[in-house]
């Protein structure tokens, strides 16, 4: 997950590479509390209680007590901190993270095209979790936090519904009008949400501080040795407690790897294990009877509510972070050819993270609300919790295998043992969570399932057609010779733009088809995503001559950068003479599709194809071409 840079908080990329200035990086520290923990920081709200209250209820004793605190902590110690702070972070794109950046950066280092293509379809698979995560989310924080109002104030009960669903509309309305603000009061939120956590977990351990002795991993042990089911069983609630940490290594482009490993040790990390120990202690006290809210009875009677209030800003936070996140995510799927284009706004001048994707909005706002009104409680909600982010947890372990061994040549009895660790952990984790399929499980699974049909079908799709096109292409030098001679050349420069480097474009031929005219220079652009974030601005545009006024241009950009051709066409100045938009048109193609005998795809996905190429925002709007210099010429293409 990709959360909004706050204006306040210099980026990663800005700083002088190691962070050494004090300053910059306690600013950057304070900054990924603010951001990338609202997730892993609102699961007290729930995790503890429904890893006893849940679907496989543990008894209040303390083998169950003492076994579920180990189990949190090494969960986080093992999974967190050694797995993704200190070693997955270390495998950064260019300074990006995340299961795309990961994807893009390892797929390219595979030696046979049979395990390249495997390694492709795990990261689109992790990629479609995360959309189920992305809507599961909002609605269980929300939920979680504004259910303390039915502890702090009994009579309000039956508002807590109607709040939830109130603050979920609020929350996906503002987002087209940017969060940059919002983002600046984020850092202070958190910092205080966790200092008061802490201090609330410290008060109750002075009474208990018998609970201690749970940072001992042979309390876990014991769970497994003497209850082995109820302990598999309780990790699909236990894993809870971890949710979130893949937005560690998700928003490293932002923040750094130092600035987020500082944050994780040093107040992360002791706050959420002070109130976890605080909670376990409470339940050795008052029994049966705090489990109703361990997290808020935390708390005297008279701060229950003002603690409502902050976790519920906590949890808008952690759900601001996950948004932002599914625009960051499908931003970069558009980029690497695994969605269609779509409209994508900028809400800050200053930030370029600062996206936001109507379509995706609207989408994610009427699941969650569905979700809400469907699952009704934080504790049902749990029970879809998790499926999701233990899968993309396992796949980023089999990239990670990918990365050990090609990027950084680990001997294999060097990568193996860690490897075996971090497997049986993530695996036992995501056998835990599908005991909790028929509960609701089901539902990330599906919008998994669903969203990894779609990438799929375009990529494939759009492979297809880009073949059959390069097929029926002729080549440069034959049309050249042909048509340079024989039709009428114009003033002024047509640019075609054409997603193959080589032959030439459907929208020329069918210019000269119909108009019979050339310009007088002709420019064959193709744009090409590259598989890193960013690409060098000296380095954009390459260009060859071809002869008779005819110029082969290709511009290169990062996945993580907005394509804007005629910014980039204004800094190239070795086509001839320089470019002057009023004397340039630009001319498209646009592909209607034909059913065809050829072997390509299932009938059905063909379809499904075709009805996302209409429905894909259109080349001039992705590129930001002019409109009133803009051609469009259809061809038709058998798939």
């Not at 938009?581 to 646009?590: P, V």
Request: include cysteine; charged fraction near 15%.
């Amino acid at each position: 997950m990709s959360g909004p840079v706050p204006a306040a908080v210099p980026s990663a990329r800005d700083d002088s590479g190691d962070h050494g200035h004090h300053d910059g990086l306690l600013k950057l520290a304070v900054g990924a509390i603010g951001i990338v923990f609202g997730d892993i920081g609102t699961s007290p709200l729930y995790a503890f209680r429904e890893t006893f209250a849940g679907h496989h209820q543990l008894t209040l004793d303390p083998l169950h007590i003492m076994g579920v605190l180990s189990l949190m902590f090494w969960s986080m110690m093992i999974v967190v901190t050694i797995k993704y702070v200190a070693i997955i972070m270390r495998a950064d794109n260019k300074g990006e993270g995340g299961s795309l950046a990961l994807l893009a950066l390892v797929s390219g280092r595979t030696k046979s095209r049979r395990w390249s293509a495997g390694i492709i379809l795990l990261g689109v698979f992790a990629t479609s979790l995360f959309y189920g995560d992305s809507m599961i989310t909002p609605a269980v924080t929300v939920l979680g936090a504004v259910e303390g109002l039915a502890i702090a104030a009994p009579a309000f009960a039956g508002l807590v519904l109607p709040i939830v669903i109130a603050i979920l509309i609020a929350l996906f309305w503002v987002q087209k009008s940017g969060t940059a603000r919002i983002g600046l009061v984020f850092g202070p939120i958190m910092l205080v949400y966790f200092a008061v956590i802490a201090v609330l977990g410290i008060i109750s351990v002075v009474q208990t501080p018998e609970v201690l002795w749970a940072f001992s991993p042979h309390h876990a042990v014991h769970f497994f040795i003497a209850d082995p089911v109820r302990a598999f069983l309780a990790l699909g609630s236990v894993v809870l407690a971890v949710t979130g940490a893949e937005a560690l290594y998700a928003d490293m482009g932002h923040f750094g790897r130092k600035p987020i490993g500082l944050s994780w040790l040093v107040f992360v990390l002791p706050a959420l294990m002070c109130n976890y120990l605080g909670q376990g202690a409470l339940l050795f006290r008052d029994g049966q009877e705090a489990l109703k809210s361990p997290f808020y009875m935390l708390a005297p009677d008279s701060l229950q509510l003002p603690l409502v209030l902050l976790a519920t800003m906590a949890a808008i936070i952690a759900s601001q972070a996950v948004i932002s996140g599914a625009f960051s995510v499908t931003q970069q799927a558009i980029q690497l050819g695994f969605m269609p284009r779509l409209r994508i706004e900028h809400t800050s001048a200053a930030t370029a993270g600062q996206i936001y994707i109507p379509i995706v909005n609207w989408m994610l706002m009427v699941m969650v609300i569905l979700l809400v009104l469907f699952f009704r409680t934080s504790s049902n909600l749990t029970s879809a919790y998790g499926i999701a982010v233990t899968g993309a947890m396992f796949i980023d372990t089999c990239l990670l295998g990918v990365a050990l061994t090609r990027l950084w040549n680990w001997p294999i009895y060097a990568a193996a043992p860690l490897l075996a660790v971090f497997f049986l952990v993530d695996g036992a984790y995501f056998s835990a969570n599908l005991t909790k399929v028929p509960d609701g499980g089901w539902f990330p699974l599906m919008v998994g399932f669903i969203v990894f049909t779609f990438l799929t079908t375009w990529s494939k799709g759009r492979q297809l057609m880009m073949d059959r096109l390069r097929e029926a292409a002729m080549p440069i030098k034959v049309f050249i010779t042909s048509a340079a001679s024989s039709a009428s050349r114009v003033p002024g420069t047509a640019v075609f733009m054409t997603s193959s480097s080589d032959g030439v474009p459907h929208a020329l031929l069918h210019n000269l088809k119909h108009n019979k005219v050339l310009h007088e220079r002709v420019i064959l652009l193709t744009v090409k995503i590259v598989q890193q974030p960013y690409w060098p601005e000296a380095e954009r545009a390459s260009n060859e001559e071809m002869g008779d006024g005819f110029f082969r241009l290709i511009l290169r950009y990062g996945f993580m950068e907005e394509v804007d051709v005629p910014a980039a066409l204004k800094r190239v100045h070795s086509c001839g003479t320089d470019f002057k938009m009023m004397d340039t048109s630009f001319f498209l193609s646009r592909q209607t599709l034909l059913p065809s005998e050829r072997p390509g795809m299932m009938l059905w996905r063909e379809k499904l194809f075709s009805w996302m190429l209409r429905n894909a925002e259109s080349a001039m709007e992705f590129f930001r071409l002019p409109t009133n210099r803009v051609v469009e010429l259809g061809s038709q293409v058998e798939i």
